[in-house]
């Protein structure tokens, strides 16, 4: 079974910087597109990043193009999502997990959660 160990988050003001990481105990990460997905309080989970495995390629939510970037380390077995310019509604528990369905690519992974990490938590406020 898959176990995701997120971290990287915590308190933040408006405009600054988080880089979130998410690693897997006994899991390669290599083979599998891992997205990032968030959910603030009242609110349903929304996807906000992905990377995919065959290709490298990147896919992001509306609200964060510009600001996030993922990316993966695989001599670390690690993705990493760089968030900038943060805004208080960036706030939320951030995820990472692998993908239902076609495992290896993004197109459509804000509907295809598969498995997913305790989740960290990101408050962005003055």
């Known amino acids: 079974q898959v176990q995701f160990v997120e971290s990287g988050g915590g308190l933040v003001q408006p405009g600054g910087s988080l880089r979130l990481s998410c690693g897997a105990s006994g899991f390669s990460l290599d083979a599998y597109a891992i997205g990032w997905f968030r959910q603030a309080p009242g609110k349903e989970r929304e996807g906000v990043s992905c990377i995919s495995s065959n290709d490298g390629s990147t896919d992001y939510a509306d609200s964060v193009k510009g600001r996030f970037t993922i990316s993966r380390d695989k001599t670390k077995n690690t993705v990493y999502l760089q968030m900038n310019s943060l805004k208080p509604e960036d706030t939320a528990v951030y995820y990472c997990?692998?993908?239902?369905?076609?495992?290896?690519?993004?197109?459509?992974?804000?509907?295809?959660?598969?498995?997913w990490g305790q989740g960290t938590q990101v408050t962005v406020s003055s």
């Open positions: 997990a692998t993908l239902l369905g076609a495992y290896y690519h993004c197109p459509g992974y804000e509907t295809r959660i598969g498995s």
